[in-house]
């Protein structure tokens, strides 16, 4: 009993450690990472002893030190407790959704099998979704705590995107519960293990030959609904090129703007954690998770016949280590995108969200039930 | 174990809390709240019927009635915005004559 | 055990929060808290899937209509000084919450509850209720959102 809540407790903080580091490191590369897109040298400035380790030393040390150190300022006008309470409901859900994010396979340790995952609920993504709807308050308290137009526009703005795009993210994986058949995350990741032939009926020899040989990912099953997901969950993490409600040239950085010191880190962390929860939702969804291509509970079984046997500690680092390396894979792309498009006018994220993506995730609904049924049919 | 009886009576007290608000209140947006409030507490007891009933029919009610939720608040609050565009004024005892 | 009472002493203060706070934005959030609270006792009460749809529809869509409606038409300035009206109506509220109160208080219930499956309140237990014995009812809510969306646009138009 004590020991089963001591595992639960030890895999929560290793969650929330690996993502609020990441969250940082996630800094660090953006702001080195576009100093090398824009042809300058970013940030560099500050060093201990001379060791300024390429803008290390600048982002993970003295940003912090800098953030925390400031006076904490609440407009005079404003409202005192909603001001100080809304940056904690932008970091919340931020963090919270790693409970059901699997990041590995069940571990056997002896006769305890260790489930990689902080909770397994069996309403699984639909946390996620609820988790995702409840970081609205922190735009939308923040913006009217601070007694600012400016920043009541941002945050209006902000919380009217954010709804938007929720619904399209929604539909957008309803396709994949289809597919898949289960709410739950880690059933979804052990569901991207087979590989595609085994679904496909004897008929379609062609078929087979061509992607029968695939992993059964999200992204080979559900093309179309990984491009709607990934702009919606961009949108949702009001990333750019969806960053208007907070949008640095424009509106004077919308709802942060009355914000400095610790609040303003907060909804800082608040952003990276979103986006490292996006890149970790698009890998479970998606990209099988934790799944290595071929890479079964005893080792490697390739498509051409070949196995490799691994032992069973060895397995599970792989996948960990795979997992890791798509999340970071993911939040990089995040950050790409960042720096190389401009940014959305404010009707244009309305239409998109509206006019483009809700269609095309009913279509792609109704698209995949088709092929469900063609393919149980036949 | 907790009985039903507590369940109850904390849905019994939440409702009553919400019956004060809309009687109360003289800002109909607050009377609105007060009345998602009553709408909680009676899906607090429907649950708790569920559970201690063992049948499902609980929670689909509570589901509709979630649903229907939604439309009466979306259009309550439509209703608000329109008579604040006319009377100036979120307080429902200037609105008791059915004319000017 | 202690966490429905706990709950239950939380919900009962925010609920209080949401019915005399003179700030309205202050009784939004006391609200949200509330149906986050009672979305956590859904979830004790073995029914996960409506409390995260409690979450989900509750506390992360109306509430923010509310606040949204609440920011467009700011009432703080319109609160008149004396908020409140006390008297015969809160006489008359206590007396039904006393009335509820008594009325509940019976010794009936089965002292050991019913003992849930595995699957009671999962989502497919709730989906398969949904689609076979009350798929009318539910084809009857998706017309009525359709209803309540068209009239909440009509409504809320600017007349030009």
């Known amino acids: ?378 | 174990m907790v009985p039903l009886n507590h369940y109850l009576i904390l849905s019994a007290a939440i409702f009553a809390i919400g019956v004060v608000g809309v009687v109360i209140r003289r800002n109909l947006i607050v009377v609105l709240m007060s009345i998602e409030l009553m709408l909680n507490a009676v899906n607090l007891t429907f649950i708790a019927f569920s559970r201690f009933l063992g049948s499902m029919e609980g929670q689909v009610i509570v589901f509709f009635v979630m649903a229907v939720a939604a439309a009466e608040a979306v259009v309550g609050l439509a209703i608000i915005i329109s008579v604040f565009r006319h009377r100036q004024s979120l307080d429902p005892q200037e609105m008791q004559l059915l004319k000017w | 055990m202690i966490i429905f009472y706990t709950l239950a002493v939380l919900l009962i203060l925010s609920s209080l929060m949401v019915v005399f706070q003179r700030n309205v934005v202050h009784c939004a959030m006391a609200l949200v808290a509330a149906l986050f609270l009672i979305a956590i006792l859904f979830v004790t009460l073995q029914a996960p899937m409506v409390g995260v749809l409690q979450i989900l529809v509750y506390a992360g869509a109306i509430m923010v209509l509310f606040l949204f409606v609440i920011m467009l038409l700011n009432p703080t300035s319109l609160e008149p000084r004396r908020g409140l009206s006390w008297g015969f109506g809160t006489v008359v509220a206590l007396l039904l919450a006393v009335a509820l109160a008594a009325l509940v208080s019976h010794d009936e219930a089965p002292a050991d509850p019913f003992a849930a499956t595995e699957l009671f309140g999962a989502p497919e237990s709730l989906a398969k209720s949904l689609f076979t014995d009350f798929v009318l009812p539910f084809e009857i809510a998706s017309v009525l959102l359709l209803i309540a969306i068209v009239g909440a646009v009509v409504l809320a138009k600017r007349e030009h």
Request: net charge neutral; aromatic share 14%.
């Open chain 1, 1 to 378: 009993m004590i020991v089963d809540f001591g595992i639960i407790a030890l895999k929560a903080f290793l969650v929330l450690f690996m993502v609020l580091n990441l969250a940082g490191v996630l800094g660090w590369i953006e702001r080195k990472g576009s100093a090398l897109m824009q042809d300058r040298i970013g940030a560099n400035r500050a060093s201990i002893l001379g060791f300024a380790g390429m803008g290390l030393i600048n982002t993970l040390v003295a940003d912090p030190v800098k953030f925390l150190t400031k006076e904490d300022f609440i407009p005079p006008r404003g409202d005192k407790f909603l001001h100080t309470l809304a940056p904690c409901m932008a970091l919340f859900p931020a963090l919270v959704t790693f409970a059901v994010i699997p990041f590995g396979d069940a571990l056997q340790i002896g006769e305890r099998v260790i489930n990689l995952q902080v909770a397994n609920l069996n309403i699984g993504i639909l946390y996620v979704f609820a988790m995702g709807s409840l970081g609205v308050y922190g735009i939308v308290i923040g913006a009217w705590a601070s007694n600012n137009k400016f920043s009541l526009l941002g945050g209006v703005r902000g919380s009217a995107q954010m709804i938007s795009y929720e619904v399209a993210m929604g539909l957008s994986v309803i396709g994949i519960l289809m597919v898949y058949g289960t709410l739950e995350l880690q059933e979804i990741a052990r569901g991207q293990g087979t590989l595609i032939r085994e679904f496909l009926p004897e008929s379609w020899r062609f078929l087979k030959a061509a992607i029968g040989w695939l992993p059964s990912w999200g992204i080979f099953l559900q093309p179309l609904a990984f491009l709607l997901f990934f702009t919606a969950a961009v949108a949702e993490t009001k990333r750019v090129p969806f960053d208007l409600p907070e949008g640095e040239s424009e509106i004077v950085a919308g709802y942060h703007v009355e914000y400095s010191g610790g609040k303003f880190l907060m909804f800082f962390a608040g952003e990276f954690a979103e986006i490292v929860t996006a890149a970790a939702l698009m890998t479970t969804l998606f990209f099988g998770g934790w799944q290595v291509p071929y890479l079964l509970r005893d080792g490697f079984h390739f498509p051409w016949g070949a196995t490799w046997l691994l032992p069973h500690l060895a397995v599970t680092l792989l996948q960990v280590g795979a997992f890791a390396v798509k999340v970071v894979f993911f939040c990089w792309l995040q950050i790409l995108l960042r720096w190389s498009v401009p940014r959305f006018r404010y009707d244009q994220v309305m239409r998109l969200g509206w006019k483009m993506l809700l269609p095309l995730a009913l279509l792609n609904v109704i698209v995949t039930a088709l092929v469900i049924v063609a393919v149980q049919q036949l």
